[in-house]
């Protein structure tokens, strides 16, 4: 059987490279998107550190609440729960769940809410060292959320909450 | 059971997002006015005006659970006439062991965490707070 040549197909058309010879207006134009999506990219880093910060300031400041802040005898957060309601907001950070307000506890302690439509969740740090939880839905049972203290089972605890208020 | 409201006055900060939040809750031996014995707008009475913007809140002696956790029923909740020299309606919601005591008994920090939830999901407004 004889051996045939073909000449090889040409390929006219170039297959477009890395390069800088696109145009100066295609130029602008990435340069210019570009600029725009670090901005956002920027701007939503900075909101989510502002939101962060202003919530360490708000359990700061509760720290300085007077006994008796509630008229009922309630005692003012102490270091205990101070530290941990930061180490919960610390570890919030990282499930990109943020708290709808933070309060005092009558209990004594620090409370850090989440309310969304029908559904509400708060986890609790007491002047005691305790950090518990709840959730629940309209009037149905609440469910108890019951932790060691230590941040594995602080986050467990806040992703059954990410997942309740989320769902 | 009685539909006796219990009233006690709350601040605007513990209503989140139209919800009473238990944080607003202590136990034991949380403070109250009996219906009975007083006006809703009692337990913001102060010569100093010290309760300016709070509200009054209630809920009613039947939301008070006979037999608690519905799960594990250890508990009872009740509520105590404690007459005060200057407050004679006040009162104070109680907890017991089942079989009963006859002395107040603290539930666990658990079960505490539970029934503040709980209580605070029957809380009616009576006067709204301003601030």
């Known amino acids: 059987m004889p051996i045939t040549y073909e000449e090889p197909v040409r390929q006219d058309e170039f297959i477009p490279g890395q390069s800088n010879a696109v145009g100066a207006a295609a130029q602008e134009l990435t340069r210019r998107v570009r600029e725009d999506l670090e901005k956002m990219f920027d701007s939503v880093y900075r909101s989510a550190k502002a939101r962060s910060e202003h919530d360490r300031r708000r359990v700061y400041a509760l720290a300085k609440l007077r006994l008796n802040w509630d008229s009922y005898g309630a005692p003012a957060p102490n270091e205990s729960s101070v530290a941990n309601a930061i180490r919960v907001l610390n570890l919030l950070e990282t499930l990109n769940l943020d708290p709808t307000r933070i309060l005092p506890s009558a209990e004594g302690g620090v409370g850090i809410c989440f309310v969304r439509g029908d559904r509400y969740a708060d986890i609790e740090c007491s002047n005691e060292g305790e950090v518990l939880g709840v959730y629940y839905v309209g009037e149905q049972m609440p469910t108890l959320l019951e932790t060691d203290a230590t941040d594995a089972a602080i986050s467990a605890a806040l992703e059954r909450i990410r997942n309740h208020i989320r769902a | ?131």
């Open chain 2, 1 to 131: 059971m009685s539909t006796e409201r219990l009233f006690r006055r709350y601040r605007r900060e513990d209503y989140v997002d139209n919800k009473f939040s238990s944080l607003g809750f202590a136990f034991p031996k949380q403070s109250v006015n009996r219906e009975k014995y007083s006006a809703p707008a009692d337990v913001l009475f102060s010569a100093t005006d010290e309760f300016e913007g709070w509200g009054v809140l209630y809920f009613r002696v039947q939301d008070l659970p006979v037999e608690f956790p519905p799960d594990n029923r250890q508990y009872t909740f009740f509520p105590k006439h404690v007459p005060e020299d200057e407050m004679y309606p006040h009162s104070e919601v109680w907890c017991d062991r089942l079989p009963l005591t006859g002395e107040y008994v603290e539930p666990s920090p658990g079960v505490k965490k539970l029934f503040r939830a709980f209580l605070s999901q029957r809380v009616e407004i009576e006067i709204e707070a301003t601030a």
